[in-house]
């Protein structure tokens, strides 16, 4: 039979509702913090004081709807900027994206800045740490979390697995360590396609209560999916959502879906064609018949892709994005088209394609560390009350 808690226990808990409650605003009301958490007007004034005399909270005078209206103005309150803050961090091929938040999810910084080649893990480390050190200098607080989307498969939040070529020194588990030891502070790994569901979710271009499996046509083919609970589905192994593995008989010799679908192997599959590739750009605004050839194999591998979804998982919605997202949009009406002949009820595929598809991914791994950092930050209320916050 469970103990009843004792006053103390029943303060830090209390403590640490409220302060959850008001971290998952901007900034609240009193009187919001009490509806919304359930405790009473008297212990939500008293604990709200006592956040103000710690300098945990700020406040400022709320502008009352009616200008004449007479009496106490209500306070807005937000979780002060001491507290800390998070990093989302999203390592492209050629770019890297850096987006700052605090503990409430406000815009603290955003940069975006070239991606090196680096000699060896070490130069990894070295070079991410002195990002994000960059990206929160001047900023107030301790940074308290930093999660960092790759193109590749993330095992547990800390071991990386078949990185991408061109990410090979990243593999296993010594990159999350060192930049741990570097910033010091928890670090995750995170797939990139998780993240930019995730960034698109709360930048408003997805309804967060749908279930949609998203594909991030970059440099390679990443997937992820929310699950009909709300989690994502991040895989258990690498072998989670990896095409690369399933061939496909295009009738430009042995290929894989994967390659098919990314940056990379396109380019690979025209060199190894005879007509290499200038730029990622003539893939949907050249006419020339070498890459009509490449279109219409990346039309093959795109449609079974989707069949195989579709099958396997049953969305009512697929989305697209990343580098190959104009390549996309011009194959839809194809594969839209095929996929009416073969299936009883197709899932609507969407294209949602950005300048600089860092953004919305940087802007998710941020989401993810400003999560872990609530999370850990009130279990320690819990337990400690008052001096977690100091």
Not at 304 to 325: C, E, H, K, N, Y
């Amino acid at each position: 039979m469970p103990q009843p808690l004792s006053h103390p226990d029943l303060r830090r808990r209390n403590l640490s509702l409220l302060f959850g409650t008001l971290l998952r605003h901007r900034e609240a009301t009193r009187k919001q913090i009490e509806l919304e958490s359930g405790l009473s007007k008297a212990t939500v004034s008293r604990l709200t004081d006592e956040l103000l005399q710690a300098g945990a909270l700020t406040s400022e005078p709320s502008t009352p709807i009616d200008p004449s209206m007479r009496g106490r103005r209500a306070e807005t309150l937000s979780a002060a900027a001491s507290l800390g803050m998070v990093v989302g961090l999203s390592l492209g091929v050629r770019m890297t994206s850096v987006f700052v938040t605090d503990l409430t999810g406000r815009e603290l910084a955003w940069r975006h800045v070239p991606t090196p080649q680096w000699s060896d893990v070490d130069d990894a480390v070295d070079w991410a740490a002195a990002t994000a050190s960059e990206a929160v200098d001047g900023l107030a607080g301790p940074l308290r979390r930093v999660v960092v989307a790759i193109p590749g498969r993330a095992i547990d939040g800390t071991v990386i697995t078949r990185p991408p070529l061109f990410m090979s020194v990243l593999e296993g588990d010594a990159f999350a360590g060192g930049l741990a030891e570097r910033l010091d502070c928890p670090i995750r790994i995170e797939l990139d396609a998780a993240m930019v569901l995730v960034g698109l979710e709360n930048l408003g271009f997805i309804d967060a209560t749908i279930a949609p499996v998203l594909l991030n046509a970059s440099s390679i083919l990443t997937m992820s999916l929310r699950r009909r609970d709300g989690s994502i589905a991040r895989g258990l192994t690498a072998s989670f959502g990896d095409f690369d593995l399933i061939p496909i008989d295009t009738g430009l010799g042995p290929t894989r879906i994967g390659e098919l679908l990314g940056a990379h192997g396109l380019f690979e599959l025209s060199r190894r064609l005879g007509h290499p590739l200038e730029s990622m750009d003539e893939l949907w605004e050249s006419e020339s018949a070498e890459v009509e050839r490449l279109r219409e194999a990346f039309i093959v591998g795109l449609t079974q892709v989707v069949r195989i979804i579709a099958v396997m998982t049953d969305p009512t919605l697929i989305i697209f994005t990343g580098r190959l997202s104009p390549l996309v949009r011009r194959s839809l009406p194809r594969v839209e088209a095929e996929l009416r002949r073969e299936l009883a009820s197709p899932p609507e595929i969407r294209v949602i394609g950005h300048a600089e598809n860092g953004y919305p991914v940087a802007v998710g791994s941020a989401q993810e560390a400003r999560e872990g950092a609530v999370a850990a930050l009130l279990h320690r209320i819990s337990a400690e009350g008052l001096a977690a916050l100091e």
